[in-house]
Nanobody, 119 residues
Framework: QLQAFGGGLVQAGGSLRLSCAAS????????MGWYRQAPGKQRELVADITNGGSPDYADSVKDRFTISRDNAKNTVYLQMNSLKPEDTAVYYC???????????????WGQGTQVTVSS
């Protein structure tokens, strides 16, 4: 239902852009987000964005990362600039999806994409 793209290996100071597309039967999508999980650490919220386009960021990525979404394409993006080694993690997208007007939102996770920042 969610598929993420765009991870990779980059040097410190570099940039990467992640994207995550929702597919299948979709009536509406709630706030979409990006989370990350580094080895030995808990999964943490990086950024999320409401369906109206209002973003929110973890303090550690403010002024470096930008989240955006294209509602027509059911896609959320994460532009990551000035990457640091501590940004190394598996990045997961998340979206609550409603398949019918009167159904409840069900949360979905993307498969995860590895981001590695070398020093």
């Amino acid at each position: 239902q969610l598929q993420a793209f765009g991870g990779g290996l980059v040097q410190a100071g570099g940039s990467l852009r992640l994207s995550c597309a929702a597919s299948g039967t979709i009536f509406s999508i709630g706030a979409m987000g990006w989370y990350r999980q580094a080895p030995g650490k808990q999964r943490e919220l990086v950024a999320d964005i409401t369906n109206g386009g209002s973003p929110d960021y973890a303090d550690s990525v403010k002024d470096r990362f930008t989240i955006s979404r294209d509602n027509a394409k059911n896609t959320v993006y994460l532009q990551m600039n000035s990457l640091k080694p501590e940004d190394t993690a598996v990045y997961y997208c998340y979206a609550p999806i409603k398949t019918k007007r009167w159904s409840l939102y069900v949360g979905y996770w993307g498969q995860g994409t590895q981001v590695t920042v070398s020093s």
